[in-house]
Structure formats: structure tokens, C-alpha cells
């Protein structure tokens, strides 16, 4: 009769607690979409940044024109006059989701429109990667550890930073693909269930559509079944995690038009196909020593290893004969600027052009995960008691991502789910020694010792039909490989189940201890809150700043484009660094000659060549190219210091690695970049600063530029093939026409010869001159 109750109470309990864990993991996910919402709360429901305006225009045309007409889209408006395709140059997962999204709204009778969709986007595939951390995190060290760090994640100001409302990026849908797809390898390599390896072969296709970020996923996951291969830690539950996944998500992620071929040929992802046959020769090894005498097994395995050493090694001389064949090596730019941090700077002067591709300052880790620094090496070391498979990767996961975050800045987003994970576990660990000390000493002065000691033989007893019944669960999970996977499971023994019981600190320690952890955590949220509404809410197309005399906002940028959209001619070309194509594009609605998908490295070059070059040269460039319109942001009336003066070197050494006459030391005085009276004379005179500059002077009678807080070198000049056709409130934004040539140039040349005709003429009869008309 006890022990029926005994059940029955358990029973509750274990309701109770999923029910309370749904309705936190439900507010988890309310507070992630909430903490996302300062920006269109305090400014207004508007795309943010530059990347996010392209995705918004291609969703654009997804919802009107179809699938079929996105993936064919040729895109006369972008590089001209080369132009784009569409369909097979961007990543379609973002904008496949928000497509369907809206859809499935305007058929529900919702009707939003594709901007509101678009901008909220973000903000729920936040809850989704909160929900989906909970799920990885459990798989690694239980409930507690996982809703400690989905609640974690869903305030990060590192995620949050590329998922407020508005942020239309490709991560915002791509770090709940990542978290998701290391969930189903997790929960595959801890069941062995080939439905669970087909949803992660899913997940991996949907990561592959969504971002380029994809190549560490896999590269990351060989590493974790290599890792457990040298270890000793094979087992079939391992191989059914790994290998459907190569062979699946090679397949699928070679359905995507942007990668293609590139799933099989570039050496991102040779590592997964050489832990792939390296498995395959292991899972042999274990099968014929299950089948064969020790004697024929020694003979057997010297066979296989040989003959899986050879096929190594022909495999390994197939892709070092791929890798000697391509002037990289068969790695991208990008991936190489990882692996050598200074690579970028040297040889690919664009994307070390990138701000988010410069490695970050120690004050951005504790701005963007604040006290997870110092919680991560307290989970570090909870993985290790016991370790286990899943335990170990989630170790390996944030050795590297603290790694790829150091080199580049854009990779704190792939740190802040594993420093989550790794918080949430040390978080939960820490409160249930404490509080379990706090409960001990609690009862401890309540019951008497005899008492004590008998709650404690209920509790093992308790422990061992637990135990049991998780076993059982997982042997029913994997029936195909369940006699070796009775040995691989990985529990804590009974017998550390109760050391950890008897070991318990002081109480006040104890209450001290929780006390400060709960400051810490509410400190964390402060933190939180003030960066989700102060730091990372601001869109960058409308700036506020605040003074003495209050907010002022500046719309410079839609100023500019709104001027642009109503007053050119809708086949105008419009010239400008790629920084603002995307939103030239889109706002304006006028053809760009680069944007910021940068795929074409001289086009840009001959960009910055004509910012760099004198006036009649750079008109020479821009008339070749059928420019109309030149734009240029300047911030050194109000303060703005993203624009493109502080931009110019940068232009110089793109434009000077494709056209060898420019050469940035003629724009530095003494390997200093001045636009000062200090200034060379090749700064003062060239396109960029007469642009900018132009009429400067006139502001304030002395031409002090706020953000250089200097005067100006070059102060009264005329534009001579450039006229001043638009200049923004606030000065930030710069719009120039290009002028006709002159019809009368080749007339001078004919009246000049005339002259000289007439002159010798007159010479010659010494008489007056005479119309040369006559």
C-alpha cells in the first residue's frame, strides 16, 4: 500500500514538473520575442541595417512573382551592367520562411503585410532557438541545466544584437537551424534512432539554405565523432548519428543553387568525408572482432587497417591533387581569414574592409555575454563529472566557438548559444549543491537521525527503480544495437548518486551562496534589457543622438533616397561604395553598380579607383559606366563617424590592389591619414574629398569637421564635371550629377587650330585679323 502511494506521488510530481517546465519554457519564449521589440516600440517598425534591405526586397518579389520566378530572377538593377541572378547567389532559407510565413497569415485571414512580417521574423525564430537550446541542453545534463540556459539565450545580448525586431538577416533564422540541428545529432548519438539521424540530416538542409555558416556544423560534428573514435568511445549509436548525415546532407545541401558542387569539391568540407570513411573502417573493425577468434581477428584487423590506410591515402592524394589546383587551396576567402587571422588583410583587402569581420576588443565579450565569461569555465568542468558523448561535444563546441569569435567579431552570434549551454549548466549544478545543502540541514534539524537515514534509503531505493526504468527506456529506443548500447549508456552510478547526497557544505555558506548567484542573475538581466533597448534597438537607416537640449533624430538616409526615388528617371545609375547598394536599391528603387554582396571584386575596385582619382578622371570612370548620380555620406557636420571619408583608405587599397597607379602612401603624410593642411596634395584634389567637402566652409565660416576635430585642408573649390544637385538636412547624405560633356570641347579644339591659322596669316599680310568665318 506504501508503495503504491509512493508511486503515485512520483507520478504527480513527474506531471507536475512537465507541466511547470512547459509554462516556464512558454514564458521563456514570450520574454525572447519581448526583449526584442525596443526598436519598433521606441522608433518605429522598420528594416534595419544594410544586408537586411536586400532580403526584405527579394521577399518582395517572392510573394508576388513565385517560387519559380525567385529561383530564375535575374536582377538588372544590382552590378550593372553585369547584374545578378538571383536565385542562384543567396541563401533562399530566410526568405522561403518569411514567404511562407506571410502566406500562411493572409490565408488565415491575417493580413499583414510583407515589411511587418519580415521585421517580427526575427524575434520568434528567437523563442524557437531559446526552445531548441532548452532541448539541446537537456540532452547533455538534464531539465534544470536545460531551462537555465534557454533562459540564458533568450536575453544574450550577443543574439540579440542580430535578432531585434527589424534585423531581416540571414541569422535570424539560422542560429535556431544551428542549436536545432546539434539537438538531433545529440539526441541521435544518445538513442540510436535512425528517425531522429533523418530529422538531423533535415535540419542540416534547412542550416545549408539559410546561412554560409553552415560549413561549421560540419565541420564541427567530424571532430566530435573523430574525437570519440580516438577515445575508445565508438559504438553503433555513434555511426547511425554520423553517417546518414554525411551522405543526407551532402545530397540535400547539393539541392541548394548557391552551393552546388561546392558541397563536394571545396576542402570546407573534405574533413567530413575523411571522418566518414575513417568511421567506416572502425565500425569493420568492431564487427569482425565480434565475429571472429582473437588470433583471426589480429589477422583480420592488420588487413582492414591496410587496406583503409590505402583507401586514405588515395582519397587524401584526390584532394590534395583538388586543393594544389586552386590558387586558395580550396578554401574561401573567408574561411581562410579564420584560419589565418592576418590572410584578409593581406591579399582580400574587402573583407577585411568588413567591420564585423575584425576580431573583437576584450570589452565586446562582457558587452555581449557579460557574466557568461566567468560561468563558462565552471561548465566546462561540470561536463567532465562523468563525462559522456554528449557532454564532450558540447566541451568541443565552446573551445572552437571561442576560437572563430576571437578571429572575427560576426562569430560572437555562433559563441553565445554555446556559452548559454555551458552557464545553464554550471548555473544548475551550483543550485543543487546549495540548495540541496540548505534542504539537508532543513530536514536535518526537523527529523531525527534515524529518520534521516531512512529518507535516504527511501531516496536509493527510489534512485534504483529510476535508474532502472531510464535503462529500460533506452534499450527499447535502439532494440537493434541494445546488448552494446547497455555498456555505452552513460549514467551516474547509484553510488555517486548518494556520495553527492552526503555531500553537502554549510548552511549559511550555502544561502550566501544562492543569495549572490541570484544577484548575478539579476544583474545579467539588467544588463540584458538596457542592451536590448539602448545598445542594439537604434536602426541604423534613423539616428538619434541626445544633448542638452534634448533627442534629435536624423532621416538623412531616407531623405536621401526619397529625393532619389522622386527625382531621377527610373533607368538612372547611381554610384556609390557598397556599403549602401542594398538600401539604394530598395528605397530608391534606382539601378547600383556594386552592392554589398561584394561577389566581384574589380567592379568595386573601379569604384574606389574613381573615389580615389582627380575630378576628370573619376568623370571619365563613372560617364564609362553610365553613372548619373554619385552618393556619398558625409558625417563631419554632425558627428556621424561611419561615413565615407574615414571609409577612403579603404577604397584606396581595393581600388590599388586591382589598378596598380593607385597607391595608398600618395594619401597618407607620414604614414598618417590627414585631411587636414597636412593633407597630400593627391587627398586634397581627389573625388572623394571634393564630394564631401564641397561648400563645407560655408557652414560655419571655418570648415571644422567633428569627426577628424579638425579644420579642413582644402577650403574654397569649384566642382568642375560634378554639380551639387541634393544634400541632406544634416549634411550626411551627398547626392552629385554627373554634367553633359561640353559640345564645344571639340569646337575649341577647331577655333583654337583656327587662331593659330589666322595668326600666321596675319603675320604673313600684316593686316588686320579677319573673320574666320569669311
Request: hydrophobic fraction near 45%; glycine fraction near 6%; proline fraction near 4%.
Amino acid at each position: 500500500m506504501a508503495t503504491q502511494e509512493t508511486s503515485q506521488s512520483a507520478t504527480f510530481c513527474h506531471a507536475f514538473g512537465n507541466v511547470l517546465s512547459f509554462a516556464v519554457l512558454l514564458l521563456i519564449g514570450v520574454m525572447a520575442f519581448s526583449i526584442r521589440l525596443f526598436s519598433v516600440i521606441k522608433y518605429e517598425s522598420v528594416i534595419h541595417e544594410f544586408d537586411p534591405y536586400f532580403n526584405y526586397r527579394v521577399t518582395q518579389f517572392l510573394t508576388k512573382s513565385g517560387v519559380y520566378d525567385f529561383w530564375n530572377w535575374f536582377d538588372d538593377r544590382t552590378w550593372y551592367p553585369l547584374g545578378r541572378v538571383i536565385g542562384g547567389t543567396v541563401y533562399p532559407g530566410l526568405t522561403l520562411t518569411a514567404g511562407t510565413l506571410w502566406r500562411i497569415l493572409n490565408s488565415m485571414n491575417i493580413p499583414l503585410s510583407v515589411e511587418t512580417v519580415c521585421v517580427f521574423t526575427a524575434p520568434v525564430f528567437s523563442a524557437f532557438a531559446s526552445w531548441a537550446t532548452y532541448l539541446l541542453t537537456k540532452e547533455i545534463k538534464g531539465a534544470g541545466a536545460g531551462l537555465t540556459a534557454a533562459a540564458l539565450l533568450a536575453m544574450v545580448p550577443s543574439y540579440i544584437s542580430r535578432s531585434v525586431a527589424g534585423s531581416y538577416d540571414n541569422e535570424a533564422v539560422a542560429i535556431f537551424a544551428l542549436i536545432f540541428t546539434f539537438y538531433l545529432y545529440i539526441k541521435t548519438l544518445n538513442t540510436g534512432s535512425l528517425f531522429y539521424a533523418t530529422l538531423n540530416a533535415i535540419a542540416y538542409f534547412y542550416m545549408v539554405c539559410s546561412w554560409g555558416g553552415y560549413t561549421f556544423i560540419i565541420n564541427l560534428i567530424p571532430m566530435h565523432v573523430l574525437l570519440c573514435i580516438v577515445t575508445g568511445r565508438y559504438s553503433p549509436r555513434l555511426y547511425i548519428a554520423y553517417a546518414p548525415l554525411v551522405v543526407l546532407g551532402t545530397l540535400l545541401a547539393a539541392l541548394v543553387p548557391v552551393v552546388g558542387f561546392n558541397a563536394v569539391m571545396t576542402s570546407e568540407h573534405f574533413a567530413s568525408f575523411l571522418v566518414f570513411i575513417i568511421i567506416h573502417v572502425v565500425a569493420l573493425v568492431y564487427y569482425i572482432k565480434g565475429i571472429l577468434s582473437p588470433q583471426m581477428f589480429k589477422v583480420a584487423v592488420t588487413l582492414v587497417v591496410s587496406v583503409g590506410m590505402v583507401v586514405c591515402f588515395a582519397v587524401l592524394a584526390v584532394l590534395i591533387a583538388l586543393v594544389a589546383s586552386s590558387p586558395t587551396k580550396g578554401w574561401s576567402g573567408r574561411s581562410l581569414s579564420l584560419l589565418d587571422p592576418t590572410y584578409a588583410s593581406k591579399y582580400i583587402p574587402i573583407i577585411a574592409s568588413v567591420s564585423e569581420h575584425q576580431p573583437p576588443t576584450w570589452p565586446s565579450y562582457f558587452m555581449d555575454i557579460n557574466v557568461l565569461a566567468f560561468l563558462v569555465p565552471a561548465g566546462i568542468i561540470a561536463c567532465f563529472l562523468p563525462l559522456s558523448d554528449a557532454s564532450s561535444f558540447a566541451v568541443l563546441y565552446i573551445v572552437t566557438s571561442v576560437y572563430f569569435s576571437g578571429v572575427m567579431v560576426r562569430l560572437m552570434l555562433v559563441l553565445a548559444p554555446a556559452a548559454c549551454i555551458m552557464s545553464g549548466i554550471a548555473l544548475s549544478e551550483a543550485f543543487d549543491v546549495f540548495t540541496r545543502s540548505i534542504k539537508f540541514h532543513l530536514v536535518g534539524a526537523t527529523q531525527s537521525p534515524q529518520d534521516n537515514a531512512g529518507d535516504t534509503t527511501k531516496v536509493t531505493q527510489n534512485d534504483v527503480k529510476h535508474e532502472k526504468s531510464e535503462v529500460t527506456i533506452k534499450e527499447r529506443s535502439s532494440r537493434k544495437s541494445k546488448k552494446k548500447d547497455k555498456e555505452n549508456i552513460e549514467r551516474p552510478s547509484l553510488v555517486s548518486r548518494v556520495e553527492k547526497r552526503l555531500l553537502v557544505l554549510p548552511l549559511e555558506t550555502s544561502v550566501i551562496a544562492v543569495f549572490l548567484l541570484v544577484l548575478l542573475g539579476a544583474f545579467y538581466v539588467v544588463h540584458c534589457v538596457w542592451a536590448a533597448a539602448e545598445a542594439y534597438s537604434a536602426p541604423s537607416i534613423v539616428l538619434t543622438s541626445r544633448s542638452h537640449d534634448g533627442l534629435h533624430v536624423f532621416d538623412d538616409f531616407r531623405e536621401a533616397y526619397a529625393w532619389l526615388s522622386h527625382n531621377t528617371e527610373v533607368d538612372d545609375k547611381v554610384a556609390s561604395w557598397w556599403d549602401y547598394g542594398y538600401q539604394t536599391t530598395a528605397m530608391a528603387n534606382r539601378t547600383v553598380i556594386v552592392d554589398n554582396n561584394t561577389w566581384n571584386n574589380t567592379h568595386i575596385a573601379t569604384v574606389g579607383t574613381a573615389m580615389s582619382s582627380p575630378e576628370k578622371a573619376a568623370w571619365d570612370i563613372f560617364n564609362s559606366l553610365d553613372v548619373k548620380y554619385v552618393l556619398v555620406v558625409f558625417g563631419g557636420f554632425v558627428g556621424y563617424p561611419s561615413d565615407d571619408i574615414n571609409k577612403f583608405l579603404w577604397m584606396v587599397r581595393i581600388g590599388g590592389g586591382v589598378f596598380p597607379h593607385i597607391k595608398e602612401p600618395d594619401y597618407l603624410r607620414d604614414g598618417q591619414y590627414r585631411i587636414d593642411s597636412q593633407a597630400t596634395p593627391t587627398m586634397l584634389n581627389c573625388l572623394m574629398y571634393k564630394l564631401s567637402y564641397f561648400r563645407f566652409v560655408e557652414t560655419d565660416g571655418r570648415g571644422f569637421d567633428r569627426v577628424r576635430n579638425t579644420e579642413i585642408g582644402k577650403k574654397h573649390f569649384k566642382l568642375t564635371h560634378f554639380e551639387e544637385v541634393f544634400t541632406t538636412h544634416h549634411w550626411m547624405v551627398r547626392i552629385y550629377k554627373l554634367k553633359s560633356p561640353r559640345n564645344r570641347i571639340r569646337g575649341k579644339t577647331k577655333k583654337s587650330k583656327l587662331k593659330s591659322g589666322t595668326s600666321i596669316s596675319s603675320k604673313r599680310s600684316g593686316t588686320r585679323k579677319k573673320n574666320p568665318w569669311q
